[in-house]
């Protein structure tokens, strides 16, 4: 696997996030990725993977909690 196919979470667009929240390591949120979606995958900044895509994050209320209650806004 190249190394550009593998990302941190904190920067990919795929990563939903708190309205308010601050991007970092710890911050921990929802990966929106489509074929990840029925997973709810609660993942903090510092997690990544494969289907890593670098952009902005989304950010939607209750991304955080656990398990996630927030609706995919990509």
């Known amino acids: 696997m ?4 593998w990302g941190e979470c904190k920067d990919c667009k795929w990563w939903q996030i708190e ?14 990725d489509e074929e990840l979606q029925p997973f ?9 993977c494969n289907r890593f895509m670098p952009g902005e994050v989304a950010r ?15």
């Open 2 to 5: 190249a190394k550009n196919d």
């Open 19 to 32: 309205p308010d929240a601050v991007v970092a390591n710890l911050t921990m949120g929802l990966c929106i």
């Open 40 to 48: 709810l995958l609660r993942v903090s900044g510092n997690s990544g």
């Open 60 to 74: 939607a209320e209750g991304s955080s909690v656990a398990p996630p209650t927030a609706k995919p806004t990509r």
